[in-house]
């Protein structure tokens, strides 16, 4: 979605122009650090919705653990 918008913005843009931007904004050099930049944003963003993922997984199995304790407490006031 971010990179869909971003060359909606800057598809007229020169390479040139964007380089001066990163330069401006964020202290990088040339598209080598662009690149480097870059890669280690993406494996951030990999990471977080890695370990967002695995939260989730974690949290179904503990709600269907707590279904199971209170499918049995129910059975057990039953008897």
């Known amino acids: 979605m971010h990179y869909t918008q971003f060359c909606k913005d ?3 843009t020169l ?9 401006k904004l964020y202290g990088l050099q040339n598209l080598d650090e662009v690149r480097d ?3 280690a944003h993406k494996a951030t ?3 977080r919705l890695n370990t967002l993922n695995g939260l ?3 949290d179904e199995l503990d709600i ?3 279904f ?7 059975i057990n006031l039953d008897d």
């Not at 390479?15 to 330069?23: F, G, I, K, S």
């Not at 199971?68 to 129910?74: A, G, S, T």
């Open 10 to 12: 800057y598809a007229e």
């Open 56 to 58: 989730s997984a974690s």
């Open 64 to 66: 269907d653990e707590e």
């Open 37 to 39: 930049r870059r890669a």
């Open 45 to 47: 963003r990999t990471g």
């Open 68 to 74: 199971e304790v209170e499918l049995e407490e129910d």
């Open 15 to 23: 390479l040139r122009d964007l380089l001066t931007y990163a330069r």
